[in-house]
């Protein structure tokens, strides 16, 4: 099972930019879909970003234009570039690995955005 690894989170002030990072263990990273998830306190977790094997992205409305998802199969590694945050993007953001319906998940970083 793939052991992930996020960091990059942190208190930023509207407007502001973060990049995160998802570090994955183990090999055949590349076979993985990989994804952000992110849970604000009394939300539910909800998917913001996914990329697929080929590269193929996928964003949640609310991100669609300020968050990019990219990989890094030769680092096993994982982004999230975030620009343009929003108070309401403050949550703790998960990395997720998925393959024929196994699923791993990291422990989170947080990200507030507040000035």
């Known amino acids: 099972q793939v052991q992930l690894v996020e960091s990059g989170g942190g208190l930023v002030q509207p407007g502001g930019s973060l990049r995160l990072s998802c570090a994955a263990s183990?090999?055949?990273?590349?076979?993985?879909?990989m994804g952000w998830y992110r849970q604000a306190p009394g939300k539910q977790r909800e998917m913001v970003a996914i990329?697929?094997?080929?590269?193929?992205?996928n964003y949640t409305d609310s991100v669609k234009g300020r968050f990019t998802i990219s990989r890094d199969n030769a680092k096993n590694t994982v982004y999230l570039q975030m620009n343009s945050l929003k108070p309401e993007d403050t949550a703790l953001y998960y990395c997720?690995?998925?393959?024929?319906?196994?699923?791993?998940w990291g422990q989170g970083t947080q990200v507030t955005v507040s000035s």
């Open positions: 990329i697929g094997t080929g590269g193929t992205t």
């Open positions: 183990g090999s055949f990273f590349s076979i993985y879909t």
């Open positions: 997720r690995s998925s393959w024929l319906g196994n699923y791993s």
